[in-house]
């Protein structure tokens, strides 16, 4: 049996990351070897440079190369923050172009199965920035799960006596969906969530 | 509209990767971003020391960390040569443990409308080979496609004046397989092949 170590190394660090088991991480490695090593330098200057040029906004927890990022230090954005739970919601948010304010990155959602506390997120801090940066609105954008709606909750109470409105993203049937394969959850969401016309 | 400059160049390098969409490999990049920096550092150095330690045998084409592999420096091995498509197949068949000859990656197969010629593959090396080696029989193991058997064809006449046995890896259904999912080609095939009891 011939050892491929360098192959089996690569395989491994690829299968750890989200989607991919060994067989397609073993492809991966394969279409680096097939491919010009000048696309294997530049995959692996990317990689070992992308924690040194990536950091967390202080403020709001995003991912920026700047600090405070770019959206926490542009005056021109209104007083809302929309409160999310991954850094990565942030860019979905940014390139729909719907919200012209600013951003809270939780860390996550209560979950204490998973040991996830309030303390865990970044709630002290959102409620910091509230009373600091005099926010009209914070927009619960949290992902309509069981977890995401008690953070909601949580927060809401948290933000009681702030003063300021706190509103959750509308939930219901997706656009272009189709009535016929929406669950239950959804269908009942959209019926209470329904709008005059 | 904020630039994510980093992670839109790595997102797009991991994009060319078989299998990765624009959204999966965002989410590749994000999941770095949230693991330790030490995953970064291991992944990053793996990928840019590939290259350098990974090159092709330069008797059979496989991928190898000496030259000559491994499998070609073995005394050992049957005077068989397993016939494959790419070097990745090697390891299929080596994990099998089925085989315990020896192996030639042709690099490809033989397709007009793609532009591979059979000048293009490393059939010239193999005629060589079966000739200094003194191959007994050349097991032609490329997939079971059009193109796989026009160059199995095409191989086999090459191979004719040398008087080495060629065979082609038995086609059928696979074992665990339902008739009622087989391809009619398959099913063709396997009556084609059909062995008596």
Same mark, same amino acid.
């Given at each position: 049996?011939?050892?491929?170590?360098?192959?089996?190394?690569?395989?491994?660090?690829f299968s750890k990351l989200p989607g991919l088991g060994k067989k397609s991480a073993g492809r991966l490695v394969y279409h680096i070897l097939d491919a010009d090593s000048s696309?294997?330098?530049?995959?692996g200057e990317e990689i070992l440079a992308l924690h040194d040029t990536i950091r967390r906004c202080s403020r709001c927890g995003s991912y920026t190369e700047l600090d405070p990022c770019p959206i926490c230090s542009d005056p021109a954005r209104d007083p809302?923050?929309? @409160?999310?739970?991954? #850094?990565?919601?942030?860019? =979905?948010?940014?390139e729909s172009r719907e919200f012209r304010g600013r951003f809270h990155v939780l860390g996550g959602v209560i979950a204490p199965l998973e040991g996830v506390s309030p303390e865990r997120l970044t709630i002290g801090e959102l409620l910091v920035r509230v009373r600091r940066e005099g926010i009209n609105e914070v927009i619960l954008a949290m992902n309509p799960t069981v977890e995401g709606d008690t953070t909601a909750l949580y927060i809401r109470k948290v933000?009681?006596?702030?003063?300021?409105? @706190?509103?959750?993203? #509308?939930?219901?049937?997706? =656009?272009?969906g189709d009535l016929e394969y929406?669950?239950?959850?959804?269908?009942?969401?959209?019926?209470?969530?329904?709008?005059?016309?």
């Open positions: 049996m011939v050892s491929f170590n360098a192959i089996d190394r690569l395989q491994a660090l696309y294997a330098r530049a995959l809302v923050i929309c @409160v999310v739970e991954r #850094a990565q919601d942030v860019r =979905v948010i940014e933000l009681e006596d702030t003063g300021t409105e @706190v509103t959750r993203l #509308a939930s219901g049937l997706p =656009v272009g929406a669950d239950r959850l959804t269908l009942s969401r959209s019926f209470r969530g329904r709008i005059k016309m």
